[in-house]
């Protein structure tokens, strides 16, 4: 599969200015890819999706590229979306909130199986997810096995706007404290 041409495609139908890299920054060995706003690279790791099938791969790839679009066109996007991308949030409770261009830890004292159900529900992720899921059943079909991907990285039941809120304020008012 190539990358280029459906990374070239998206930026170009989508106005978008980004980077294409298969050498993952460190401490993002083990994911399968990443967005990096600061230098504006979308991350493929090549070496875990090698052997992976294409709509995987795609999956991947459109995820991160909707990521690209969320960070850096966010006028498309609405006020939820624009707010979660500020917060990294962690099935363990370990939580970062982008202030002032520097990212920010907390641990928030949590139940591990709500807060994966978080971690997966956070509105820039189902955002990603369902945007990639579409994209790939459009170009390749939908697929048994795609929509398993697409599950596997949803949360069981939508998580309300409102619970991200008190979530986004316990992360807010643990940071001012440190």
């Known amino acids: 599969m190539n990358y280029h041409t459906y990374f070239n495609r998206y930026c170009h139908e989508n106005g978008l200015d980004v980077c294409l890299s298969f050498a993952m920054p460190v401490g993002y060995e083990n994911a399968n890819g990443t967005f990096d706003p600061d230098s504006g690279t979308v991350y493929i790791n090549l070496t875990r999706l090698?052997?992976?099938?294409?709509?995987?791969k795609l999956f991947y790839l459109f995820h991160e590229l909707r990521h690209?679009?969320?960070y850096l066109q966010p006028d498309r996007f609405d006020e939820m979306i624009i707010k979660s991308r500020q917060y990294v949030i962690m099935y363990d409770g370990v939580c970062h909130k982008l202030v002032d261009g520097e990212w920010k830890t907390c641990k928030l004292d949590v139940n591990e199986d709500f807060f994966t159900e978080v971690y997966l529900g956070q509105p820039y992720e189902t955002d990603a997810n369902t945007f990639a899921y579409e994209e790939v059943s459009s170009l390749l079909g939908d697929s048994p096995e795609l929509r398993a991907l697409y599950s596997f990285w949803m949360p069981k039941a939508?998580?309300?706007e409102d619970t991200f809120r008190e979530i986004y304020g316990e992360i807010d008012r643990s940071i001012e404290q440190q």
Do not use: N
Not at 51 to 56: C, K, Q, S, V
């Open 50 to 56: 090698d052997r992976r099938p294409d709509y995987e």
């Open 68 to 70: 690209a679009s969320q």
């Open 158 to 160: 939508a998580i309300s």
